[in-house]
């Protein structure tokens, strides 16, 4: 690692440069999260599925992604942040493109695959060089790292609305969208560190990929709690609004969008109120805001109960990924880079298989009913938040 660290004349236009790409990078995902849950319906429609059929393809993408974390760590190691990201970015972006042009389910799935495979990947790589940031600089930067994930993802859900209102087809709309993404992950890239992801001399060979026991397990399992929920509003809120709700669907839009920009909000005042109060009660107050305000919005289901409720849960979330990726990467013994990548396969077994899981309890019961998930991981979190060590 020491000969990529920067000069003492030269880090700190390196360090603001490369925080400026990694900010960049984040928000990229986000758009493309945005843009991906915003059209969830378009998929259903356009290869006319039921909710246990569309939970087949988001299962095929949760399959790709926790598969690509097995390597993801040691692909970081190998090849860079830079790199991986450049990769993963433009192989996430061109699936996205795919996704309404497809012949049938039967080449959807492996595109759902591929597709989730490098969103996990990216995730890794852009995750590995913010924590890289924050040790080098000394300075709390994650929460506003993943606060550029929640403005991408209000972008992408807001310019999805605006494109269905206008009248442009939905796959035209996946297509432009994915060649800007890939622009910009190309710029970005440009700008990052190149972390390899690990903490000294000799790290590089604890960048595979650490199964997750003790303390890691623990943060790991947080992670799912809340991945589970962020995960299932992602996917599902649009199709709720429309579906349950009765909003058309260029309004139901606006559910992610504001989930997404509350969530932005709450991660910009993230890193100041890191510093002030304790992680574990931090997170334990989000996530009983997250579970109280999802249930008003199930039980009431009016359209704007649910959009005020979406913004509460979305400022409720907020601090769990910032605090629990950066609390995994603290655990002696592991790289930055193992350590985000170990903790991240159950964090994407919530985020990725949670919503499919919602698509087969839907089909059982209702779309309401299986939307109390998020109130079980929610809470799940908020009693677990204690169990999270606090910062040193």
Sequence with gaps: MSASVPTLDAAGGELHRAR???????????????????????????????????????????????????????VVARFGARRAAFGAGVTMSGMLALMLLLPGLGVVLPAALVFGAGMSLFDVAINTEGSELEHRSGRAIMSNLHGMFSVGGMAGAALVAALLRAGMAPALQLVLIAAGLMLLVGVAARGMLDAHGGDGDGDGDK?????????????????????????????????YLKQEVGMPQAQA?????????????SRFTGDALRERFAEPALLCAGATLTAVS?????????PWVALAGFALVGAGLAPTAPILYNAATRVPGVSRAAAIASVTSIGYGGFMIGPPLIGGLAHATSLTVALTVVVAG?????????????KA
């Design 294 to 302: 999802m249930a008003v919005v199930l039980l009431v289901g009016t």
């Design 20 to 74: 400026w790409a990694t900010r960049a990078q984040f928000a990229a995902l986000g758009v493309l999260a945005g843009a991906w849950g915003a059209h969830i319906p378009s998929v259903k429609q356009r290869y006319g599925l039921d909710e246990a059929g569309l939970s087949i393809v988001l299962l095929a993408a949760a399959l790709g992604a926790i598969t690509s974390l097995l390597f993801a760590g040691r």
């Design 207 to 239: 960048a595979h990929f650490a199964w997750p026991r003790g303390r890691l397990l623990v943060i790991g399992l947080l992670i799912l709690s809340g991945m589970i929920a962020e995960g299932v509003m992602y996917d599902w809120c649009v199709l």
């Design 253 to 265: 839009a606006l559910g992610y969008a504001v989930f997404a920009a509350a969530m932005a909000l």
């Design 378 to 390: 929610a809470t799940l979190l908020a009693l677990g938040s204690r169990l999270v060590p606090a």
